[in-house]
């Protein structure tokens, strides 16, 4: 079935420094890929979304590539804020043939940014 | 314009009863998904509603049932409640268009179920 794999945190960083967080992916045929950030006490906010190969979706700074021939769709931001501390998931939804598909996703990954 | 707002906010139960979690929709969508949360984890999918059915389901037994009222709102329902069921549990709303993807999916911000 699908899966989702992304790096295991938690991930703590100084204001400005540069982000990273790895997402690989397995799935039987051609998935969306997203990215869902919670914050504290909050339900999960679409971050951004790919729906095909090299597709790069980008938000409020952050940025991540669909890599099919990688199966990986890494988050990336170039300087991040005390604001952006929060869980960050990468999620898939796979196309069979219908609408509004389920998600899967992965452990989520703890990001701390200090000041 | 009203996300999707769930109820209760938190609550215990004991071992073997049986709850209700409940959830409306945000204004124009007409789809829900529950998903559980166990801490340190990702959500899982439980199942989907649509037209008032059950489209999807994920891995969860026969405890885990769901409805979904004309309005389009919906209610979670777990009896024989056991300790493993302690989670948060989301419910996710989207406006279902036939042939396309639609990923307008909007979460709500959980009903924390603690069993005890």
């Known amino acids: 079935g699908d899966s989702v794999t992304q790096m295991e945190g938690p991930v703590t960083l100084s204001e400005e420094a540069f982000l990273t967080i790895n997402c690989t992916y397995t799935?039987?045929?051609?998935?969306?890929l997203f990215w869902y950030v919670q914050y504290p006490g909050e339900g999960l906010q679409l971050l951004l979304k790919?729906?095909?190969?090299?597709d790069k979706g980008s938000n409020k700074g952050f940025e991540a590539t669909y890599r099919k021939e990688t199966t990986s769709f890494h988050l990336e931001k170039g300087s991040v804020q005390v604001s952006d501390s929060a869980v960050y998931f990468c999620?898939?939804?796979?196309?069979?043939?219908?609408?509004?598909?389920?998600?899967?996703f992965g452990k989520g990954t703890l990001l701390t940014v200090n000041p | 314009d009203a996300g999707v707002t769930q109820s209760p906010t938190h609550l215990i139960k004991t071992r073997g009863q049986q709850v209700t979690l409940r959830c409306s929709p945000k204004?124009?969508?007409?789809?829900v998904s529950w998903y559980q949360q166990a801490l340190g984890q990702g959500p899982q999918f439980i199942f989907q509603?649509?037209?008032?059915?059950?489209?999807q389901r994920g891995n969860f037994p026969d405890r885990f049932s769901g409805h979904q009222f004309p309005n389009y709102s919906s209610e979670l329902n777990v009896n024989a409640l056991l300790l493993g069921d302690s989670a948060l549990y989301l419910c996710?709303?989207?406006?279902?268009?036939?042939?396309?993807?639609?990923?307008?999916?909007?979460f709500g911000s959980g009903t924390r179920l603690t069993v005890v």
């Open positions: 996710a709303s989207s406006l279902s268009i036939l042939g396309e993807r639609d990923y307008g999916y909007t």
């Open positions: 799935a039987t045929g051609y998935p969306s």
């Open positions: 790919a729906t095909k190969a090299d």
């Open positions: 999620a898939l939804s796979e196309n069979s043939g219908g609408s509004n598909y389920k998600l899967t």
């Open positions: 204004s124009g969508h007409d789809t």
């Open positions: 509603y649509y037209e008032e059915e059950e489209r």
